[in-house]
């Protein structure tokens, strides 16, 4: 079994599986180790010899800390004249004292990963806003607060958006989705809320706000999103949106919330598009 000593960082880095290939140069000593001679043909050939498990060192005396860790494949690269360990499991730590630290930034890094891992679930893979499931678990939370009754839902539907697939494809129809997205993110902080993508071309912001400053957003909002178009060599398309407000107060339930903002958009649409209507 080979030891190898690293710096205190990249052990760290090996601990913490930031890295799962361990390059070391090729010197005289690497290759006098891992090569392997054969004869094919009556040529001399090299092969690498593979390794079960590797010795990970930081650091010199008796108390340096210690990794004994799996070696999956050994691997050289020509591009770098590097040989390329490929780590595995870790079988064994020693130094308790220092096993302790790693072992706490292991626990960090793994929260932090979760972090992420749950935030990228929540988002909409296309514009980036929150996503469904995201707006339904935020809704009971929202919805078990004191100031339940100051929470909003604003229903955001893309008008004639079937015709600009139809029209100009599904690229430039993803662009117009995108575009809103990043409108209504811009906009749900203004309104103190969040923004998520209901389904398709329908978005909800959920927000804490009073009714005279929620108006005067939503009306500026309305505006922005017409005043930019999108390019197409075709040509620009405008973009317009059809919206409903409702507010907790009147609802009986969350999902009543929501249902009340939907009607909202149908009946804009049905009084000629590009409108706001609160019910």
């Not at 060599?233 to 009543?256: L, M, N, R």
């Amino acid at each position: 079994m080979y030891k190898i000593s690293v710096s205190k960082e990249l052990f760290q880095e090996i601990l913490l599986k930031k890295i799962n290939i361990l390059e070391k140069e090729a010197s005289k000593y690497w290759q006098k180790e891992l090569l392997e001679p054969r004869i094919e043909n009556d040529k001399i050939k090299y092969g690498i010899k593979q390794v079960d498990k590797l010795t990970i060192t930081n650091g010199l005396g008796e108390n340096k800390p210690q990794l004994i860790i799996e070696c999956k494949k050994v691997d050289y690269s020509f591009k770098k004249d590097y040989f390329e360990f490929h780590l595995g499991k870790i079988i064994e730590q020693k130094n308790s004292d220092l096993e302790e630290n790693y072992k706490d930034n292991l626990i960090e890094e793994l929260l932090r990963e979760k972090a992420k891992l749950e935030e990228s679930m929540h988002r909409d893979h296309l514009t980036g806003v929150y996503n469904r499931r995201k707006m339904e678990n935020d809704l009971g939370l929202y919805t078990s607060q004191r100031n339940a009754n100051f929470l909003t839902a604003v229903f955001i539907d893309a008008d004639r958006f079937k015709g600009i697939n139809d029209n100009f494809g599904h690229d430039t129809g993803d662009r117009v989705l995108i575009y809103l997205g990043k409108k209504l993110e811009k906009y749900a902080k203004l309104l103190n809320g969040e923004a998520y993508r209901y389904g398709g071309e329908e978005f909800v912001i959920l927000c804490f706000m009073n009714r005279d400053d929620l108006e005067k957003h939503l009306e500026n909002l309305r505006i922005d999103i017409k005043s930019q178009k999108i390019y197409h060599p075709k040509k620009d398309i405008s973009i317009t949106v059809s919206i409903g407000v409702s507010f907790y107060k009147d609802c009986k339930t969350k999902e009543d919330l929501v249902k009340r903002a939907d009607i909202g958009v149908y009946k804009a649409k049905n009084s000629g598009r590009d409108k706001i209507v609160y019910v």
